[in-house]
């Protein structure tokens, strides 16, 4: 998933409050492949079977990005609570992150 992707329902939702994960993690849910024998789409087992060698990245590069692209979001629509959180992850002003 790009980060695009991964930005897109914060950015078009506009939720109150949203999360960002700080690090990259493993995500595997392969196992959920040997607990079924049927299947709707010849993609799903392959897709779960390829999660045991995924790991979802956020690089420091992604991280600030989507903080600028937040940041940005949240002086363009006066949001003053995701202002808040983005200052106060980066300890900095308003102005100062983006």
Do not use: H
């Not at 995924?54 to 937040?70: K, P, V």
């Amino acid at each position: 998933m790009t980060l695009d992707q991964r930005l897109a329902p914060a950015l078009t939702v506009a939720p109150e409050i949203a999360s960002m994960n700080m690090g990259s993690f493993n995500f595997n849910i392969s196992a959920a492949a040997e607990k079924r024998t049927e299947w709707r789409y010849s993609w799903e087992k392959p897709y779960l079977e390829a999660s045991k060698d995924l790991i979802l990245s956020n690089t420091f590069t992604q991280i600030e990005r989507g903080m600028r692209e937040l940041a940005r979001w949240a002086l363009a629509s006066n949001s003053n609570a995701t202002m808040w959180v983005i200052c106060t992850i980066w300890r900095t002003s308003p102005i100062e992150a983006w």
